[in-house]
């Protein structure tokens, strides 16, 4: 399984704050679209996955803040699977602005029904 991949970002105005900064809130939002190319990298399909009716669910994030990016900086933002078990799926996070690092960051997500019980992740979604 292909658990690393790397996405380029460039930030945009309505993502920054009134200092000019990216505001830290939308890290969040590139996280997610880290995790979303690595599945579709492994050849996941998240539509279908809803659809079979389960979903992954953030229960998790610790994000670690150490330089600001500013409007249309370009960063390359890191994400890795660090652990994988039977019902939760951990992330690594890493965002560049060249060479120097801006933020890393940990996610733990949940296999979840329709009804937020508890799910083992399926094969298909574990041997993309």
Known sequence: MHNE??????????????????????????????????????????????????FFVVVKVNVNYK???????VLTLKTRISKLMPAKLEHEYEVWRGDDLLASAQTVLACVDRQGCVQRIPEYVTEG
């Not at 330089?67 to 900086?73: E, G, H, I, T």
């Open 5 to 54: 991949t790397s996405t380029e970002i460039r930030v945009r105005y309505c993502e920054t704050d009134a200092m000019g900064f990216l505001h830290h809130s939308n890290y969040l939002n590139y996280f997610e679209i880290g995790r979303t190319e690595l599945f579709r990298e492994q050849g996941g399909d998240y539509r279908a996955m809803e659809e079979s009716g389960l």
């Open 67 to 73: 330089q600001p990016a500013r409007y249309d900086d």
